[in-house]
């Protein structure tokens, strides 16, 4: 889909525009609505759950029971994840009350963001529920801004929005992906600021996230700087592991857990480039 403006014609990445394929569809009745869910049945009276998060920009975790979030830690610096997550973990898990074996889940972001973030990250949730015996539930950096973002405009409109979950990708790239009303999500992509905001102008939805910020003037030149939320979720924009409770939880419920472990989403190559063996003249 192209879609013209004053200086030139945008084509659309249909990871943009989300072709009905690239939904992900579970149970209805357990995706809808912020309540807890029920999912002792199913996993031998586990009910809590470990979220994680290290991609961008922040250090987060929290522990949650039946949709409440029970203990969380929002740390804004990510510098020395590695060192830190353990003993954060550790010491989130006492103060509520939890140990590994009542885990049902451990759910991570598997990106994008950092590359160190993501590997953190990942490496840390699959160690920890190696030990507990239970499932990793990977999910999208975007997708738990989104659902912070979506608690956020609950308060204000229970409707729900449809959004378009923004990170700063550096390079002159954005990271984004399209979150319908119902939560279902469309495959990520790194894209121009100007593509995205093509995208919006298109199908306008709700950008969230830190680097929506980045998308304001293109958007304001078509009047419709209002679809700009870089305040979302949470006042500051960036994504906390709190707000996968909900999410790990429905994903429980509707059966998708439990199979292939998580894998990193880059969507890029990494910024540095390994150095090229000696003898080799590079350009």
């Known amino acids: 889909m192209s879609i013209s403006t004053p200086s030139r014609a945008l084509r659309i990445s249909s990871n943009i525009s989300c072709p009905v394929r690239a939904m992900r569809r579970g149970n209805p009745s357990t995706r809808h609505g912020s309540g807890g869910t029920d999912i002792h049945m ?72 950092t590359f160190t973030g993501v590997r953190i990250g990942l490496g840390f949730a699959r160690g920890l529920a190696l030990a507990a015996g239970c499932p990793v539930l990977g999910m999208t950096t975007l997708e738990l801004l989104a659902a912070g973002a979506a608690k956020d405009v609950a308060a204000a409109d229970a409707r729900g929005r449809e959004m378009l ?27 121009t600021p100007e593509t995205a905001a093509a995208d919006l102008v298109a199908r306008p939805a709700l950008a969230v996230g830190a680097g929506a910020r980045l998308l304001r003037p293109l958007l304001d030149a078509h009047g419709l700087a209002d679809l700009v939320r870089d305040d979302l979720p949470h006042g500051h924009g960036q994504p906390d592991a709190a707000d996968l409770i909900g999410l790990a939880e429905r994903h429980l419920a509707a059966g998708q857990a439990g199979g292939t472990p998580p894998v990193p989403l880059y969507l890029r190559a990494p910024d540095a480039l390994p150095p090229a063996p000696s003898g080799i003249e590079t350009p």
């Open 165 to 191: 979950a923004v990170i700063d990708a550096r390079r002159g790239e954005v990271y984004v992906q399209r979150i319908a009303a119902d939560g279902s999500p469309c495959e990520p992509a790194a894209v």
């Open 42 to 113: 199913t996993f031998g009276g586990r009910t809590a759950v470990l979220a994680l998060d290290t991609c961008a920009g922040a250090t987060s975790a929290a522990i949650g029971r039946h949709g409440e979030v029970v203990a969380r830690v929002f740390l804004p610096d990510a510098r020395a994840a590695a060192e830190r997550l353990a003993p954060l973990v550790k010491g989130l898990m006492a103060e509520a009350g939890v140990a590994p074996a009542e885990l049902a889940a451990v759910a991570v972001t598997r990106g994008p963001g």
